[in-house]
């Protein structure tokens, strides 16, 4: 595999090795001891999401100030454009985001460590989305941050206004939200 950096260095974007042929391709999406040595990511995963979003969709920005999450993300249908938001009060990087577009054509995956928000955004037809977990989902501790907060200037690649939930339109802004001490 191959480990690309990110402007925020505890993120990481991940070049699996794809081997390929007429009859199609494989891939190995995870192994433990590949990740620990190539990418320094010795997380237990706990639980597998997948979800399907339609064009324009924006999910995010979500985390849980207890139990955080961290997550190892990567389209298997159609592109997302994927975002971390660093949370970690303490950090040299709080309040920056790093992004990067995850396809079912370029395989990559994106590591979110415990201690980010976390959102993407379907600029495919549609989009289908797995991602491990290193925590299990706590709806009493999940928290939203505002996808087009001013102040983090996400870049979104938006070609129409997004299609948001009501839980993602009520986002707080980073100013009032609770973050990672």
């Not at 009859?23 to 399907?52: C, M, P, W």
């Not at 070609?159 to 707080?172: C, E, F, T, V, Y």
Request: aromatic residues 12%; glycine residues 6%.
């Amino acid at each position: 595999m191959n480990i690309l950096p990110t402007e925020i260095p505890d993120v990481l974007i991940i070049e699996p090795r794809v081997f390929q042929d007429d009859r199609g391709f494989f891939l190995e999406s995870y192994n433990s001891q590949a990740f620990a040595e190539k990418a320094g990511i010795t997380a237990q995963f706990v639980q597998d999401n997948h979800s399907r979003s339609t064009q324009h969709v924006l999910r995010g920005l979500h985390y849980q100030i207890e139990q955080a999450q961290g997550k190892l993300v990567r389209a298997v249908v159609g592109s997302i454009f994927d975002v971390a938001v660093d949370l970690r009060k303490q950090s040299p990087t709080f309040g920056q985001w790093v992004g990067c577009l995850l396809t079912a054509e370029n395989k990559r995956m994106f590591w979110v460590p415990p201690g980010f928000a976390h959102g993407f955004l379907v600029v495919s037809e549609v989009a289908e989305v797995l991602y491990k977990a290193t925590d299990f989902y706590a709806p009493q501790h999940e928290r939203c941050v505002l996808w087009n907060d001013p102040d983090l200037a996400i870049a979104w690649p938006l070609s129409a206004d997004p299609i948001l939930s009501a839980k993602d339109q009520a986002g707080k802004p980073l100013e009032s939200a609770d973050v990672y001490l």
